[in-house]
Nanobody
Framework: LEVVESGGGLVQPGSSLRLSCKVS????????ITWFRQAPGKERETISC????????TYLDSVQGRFITSRDVAKNTAYLQMNSLSLADTATYTC??????????????WGKGTLVTVSS
């Protein structure tokens, strides 16, 4: 089981960015996909998780209403659509595969992370 993120970059405040998480070794709707982020000097946060089967999603309060997690079974890829980005969203974002609600170390696969920098 492997996951690979892509789509990070440098954007201005208020912009949008979409991260992708390509899954291999399993089908994306049979694994939970959790997005974590970690800003420099801060603790890692769980951003969202899209569950298996029914695809229900949970979000961190601070991104609720701005970030949208989805998946495309045909492309075996999950996405994190990030809107209205602010300086506080600057972090390395990592896609993981595993049961929603599990901790970072409880995941079954981790991507290498992609850096999102929000700066004016």
């Amino acid at each position: 089981l492997e996951v690979v993120e892509s789509g990070g970059g440098l954007v201005q405040p208020g912009s949008s960015l979409r991260l992708s998480c390509k899954v291999s070794g399993a089908t994306v709707d049979f694994v939970g996909i959790t997005w974590f982020r970690q800003a420099p000097g801060k603790e890692r946060e769980t951003i969202s998780c899209i569950n298996t089967a029914e695809g229900s999603v949970t979000y961190l309060d601070s991104v609720q209403g701005r970030f949208i997690t989805s998946r495309d079974v045909a492309k075996n890829t999950a996405y994190l659509q990030m809107n209205s980005l602010s300086l506080a969203d600057t972090a390395t974002y990592t896609c993981t595969a595993g049961a929603c609600g599990d901790s970072w170390w409880g995941m079954d696969a981790w991507g290498k992370g992609t850096l999102v920098t929000v700066s004016s």
